[in-house]
């Protein structure tokens, strides 16, 4: 049993209490829910919040922190439990404005670990970069199988493996290129990716698709856009 708190740590630990009370939130969203019992919600929040690190170690050869530290999974637990709380608390308008602060605040964190992990252990920054991803988006993608939903790093989103990337690659260029601490190197790169990803949410801008092959194109028959359905609709003026 390890209890010591060095830098990394402690970041790690932020990372994986974020991406706990992150999780939990998404569990209980309509499109995610699926009767879970508070047990279920609570398991849910650990492994989306400890899933990164321990991919990240694996990675890296090491033994998962969070099965050192009792930390880790005492915390995750927590915050799992505070946003179920929350929830329970909050009107639907709270919930879907928390969730989009919760995701932004939640992604950069095991992203910016991850490339410091990596580099650390003398590994290429094209590497560091891919262990970022890796460890930012494993937890969510097990909450998304769990929930039977598309993972969300594969589908159109607001430049979710975007943020984690810039998150990493922002880390990498303090931390490498311009000799920074670990600390002010963390705080520039998740400020940095923090306010894409919450600007990108708040904003719609989303990841391009590729273009679609014209067998499909022709199969298709698309209805008006949104903003043309909504003027449609009986009774949908503004306001």
């Given at each position: 049993m390890?209890?010591?708190?060095g830098?990394?740590?402690?970041i790690?630990?932020?990372a994986?209490?974020?991406?706990?009370?992150?999780?939990?939130?998404?569990?209980?969203?309509p499109?995610?829910?699926?009767?879970?019992?508070?047990?279920g919600?609570?398991?849910l929040?650990?492994i989306?919040?400890?899933?990164?690190?321990?991919?990240?170690d694996?990675?890296l050869?090491?033994?998962?922190?969070?099965?050192?530290?009792?930390?880790?999974l005492i915390?995750?637990l927590?915050?799992?439990?505070?946003?179920?709380a929350?929830?329970?608390?909050?009107?639907?308008?709270?919930?879907g404005?928390l969730?989009?602060?919760?995701?932004?605040?939640?992604l950069?964190?095991?992203?910016?670990?991850?490339a410091?992990?990596?580099?650390?252990?003398g590994l290429?920054?094209?590497?560091?970069?891919?262990i970022?991803?890796?460890?930012?988006?494993?937890?969510?993608y097990?909450v998304?199988?769990?929930?039977?939903?598309?993972?969300?790093?594969?589908?159109?989103?607001?430049?979710?493996?975007?943020?984690?990337?810039?998150?990493?690659?922002?880390y990498?260029?303090?931390?490498?290129?311009?000799?920074?601490?670990?600390?002010?190197?963390t705080?520039?790169?998740?400020?940095?990716?923090?306010?894409?990803?919450?600007?990108a949410?708040?904003?719609?801008?989303?990841?391009?698709?590729p273009?679609?092959?014209?067998?499909?194109?022709?199969?298709?028959?698309?209805?008006?856009?949104?903003?043309?359905?909504?003027?449609?609709?009986p009774?949908?003026?503004?306001?």
């Open positions: 390890d209890w010591k708190f830098d990394f740590t402690i790690d630990l932020i994986a209490t974020t991406n706990a009370f992150n999780a939990a939130l998404l569990a209980r969203r499109d995610h829910y699926k009767h879970f019992t508070v047990v919600i609570l398991l929040g650990v989306g919040g400890l899933a990164g690190g321990i991919a990240r694996i990675l050869l090491q033994t998962p922190a969070a099965l050192l530290n009792p930390a880790y915390l995750a927590v915050a799992a439990g505070a946003a179920l929350t929830d329970y608390r909050s009107g639907q308008a709270l919930r404005g969730f989009q602060f919760a995701t932004s605040l939640a950069p964190w095991y992203a910016i670990i991850g410091a992990e990596a580099m650390d252990a290429p920054h094209l590497a560091a970069v891919l970022g991803v890796v460890s930012a988006t494993a937890g969510r097990l998304d199988l769990t929930c039977r939903v598309t993972p969300k790093l594969f589908i159109r989103s607001e430049w979710y493996v975007g943020t984690t990337v810039l998150a990493a690659v922002a990498l260029v303090c931390a490498a290129g311009f000799r920074l601490g670990v600390w002010p190197a705080l520039i790169a998740f400020v940095v990716a923090f306010v894409f990803r919450y600007a949410m708040l904003r719609g801008w989303e990841e391009p698709e273009w679609e092959p014209p067998e499909l194109q022709a199969a298709e028959n698309p209805g008006p856009p949104v903003h043309e359905r909504r003027d449609q609709e009774g949908s003026g503004p306001g």
